[in-house]
């Protein structure tokens, strides 16, 4: 009996009701390769513990680690035609969109919030990578304008967390043009005087580059981020020479002057915090005086 209970049982019982460990119990670093729990990777903010590598990060837990007290409101925004060019490469369109938004649980490749940054209220946008490669297309360029017009109208500050492959090839013409359009509403903000900050993360690249992502106020990178128009393969074979090291990583445009500064992630909050009581201090100083 001992060996029907003892042996016999438990094996019968792991063939017909196995245990498998969850997937997402363990994440291994992009950079150092070492195993961390999920649970802590995800409380440090998507940030390695063992060698720092910042990697990406949805927009759910972004707008976690920068309100004040996790507090904040998302902002509706506008619907977009989809799929205007019936566009099928080797899947529709319509498809991929609809894998993308079963994988994230959004609309689409941007989300825009209301809330407070160590007590400066602002718009804060973020990109979503996961989604399509974070790709600027209508809906993209439609949600940039409706958050700087809420910007606008409650006079707030308006911060960008870029992250982004380019534009998306999917809406064609369309999607590049985004790139004018949201450069408008860029300089729309500062018209009316208010600071646009952006924040580079890892990628950004592409048509994002080119237009909304590199005229900020203030140019505020991750470590390690890649920042580029093209990649460094094309530049190559472009140039045919070889490219230096850490080029387009943020270290080197903080070296070369191309960003202001490259702030951890963990420290982003605080370090938004003070550039945007700077800047509106500034300007509201400024305004009396005239």
């Given at each position: 009996m001992n060996w029907l209970t003892n042996y016999v049982k438990p094996k019968l019982q792991r063939v017909l009701n196995p245990r498998d460990t969850p997937d997402n119990l363990w994440h291994k670093c992009k950079s150092c390769g070492q195993m961390i729990f999920q649970k802590e990777f995800v409380a440090n903010a998507y940030v390695?513990?063992?060698?720092e590598h910042h990697d990406r990060m949805p927009p759910?837990?972004?707008?976690?680690?920068?309100?004040?007290?996790?507090?904040?409101?998302?902002?509706?925004?506008?619907?977009?035609?989809?799929?205007?060019?019936?566009?099928?490469?080797?899947?529709?369109?319509?498809?991929?969109?609809?894998?993308?938004?079963?994988?994230?649980?959004?609309?689409?490749?941007?989300?825009?919030?209301?809330?407070?940054?160590?007590?400066?209220?602002?718009?804060v946008a973020v990109q979503n990578f996961t989604f399509m490669g974070?790709?600027?297309?209508?809906?993209?360029?439609?949600?940039?304008?409706?958050?700087?017009?809420?910007?606008?109208?409650?006079?707030?500050?308006?911060?960008?967390?870029?992250?982004?492959?380019?534009a998306r090839m999917q809406e064609g013409i369309l999607?590049?043009?985004?790139?004018?359009?949201?450069?408008?509403?860029?300089?729309?903000?500062?018209?009316?005087?208010?600071?646009?900050i952006v924040v580079l993360t890892d990628p950004t690249s592409g048509g994002v580059s080119a237009s909304y992502a590199m005229l900020g106020d203030v140019q505020i990178a991750e470590p390690g981020a890649m920042?580029?128009?093209?990649?460094?393969r094309v530049?190559?074979?472009?140039?045919?020479?070889?490219?230096?090291?850490?080029?387009?990583r943020a270290e080197y445009l903080l070296e070369h002057g191309m960003v202001d500064m490259v702030v951890h992630r963990n420290?982003?909050?605080?370090?938004?915090g003070t550039v945007l009581s700077i800047l509106t201090d500034g300007r509201k100083q400024k305004a009396a005086a005239e």
């Open positions: 390695c513990a063992h060698c759910g837990p972004r707008f976690d680690t920068v309100f004040d007290d996790k507090k904040y409101t998302l902002l509706k925004l506008p619907e977009v035609q989809i799929d205007p060019l019936k566009f099928k490469d080797t899947k529709k369109y319509t498809e991929r969109l609809k894998i993308a938004r079963a994988n994230t649980g959004d609309i689409d490749a941007l989300k825009v919030a209301t809330g407070d940054i160590n007590g400066q209220p602002a718009v974070g790709s600027m297309g209508m809906a993209v360029g439609e949600g940039i304008i409706a958050g700087v017009q809420e910007a606008l109208k409650q006079h707030l500050p308006f911060v960008l967390f870029a992250a982004s492959g380019g999607s590049l043009m985004q790139m004018p359009r949201t450069t408008v509403a860029v300089q729309m903000l500062r018209d009316a005087g208010l600071p646009y920042i580029a128009f093209s990649g460094a530049i190559e074979q472009t140039i045919r020479e070889k490219l230096p090291e850490g080029f387009q420290e982003m909050r605080a370090q938004l």
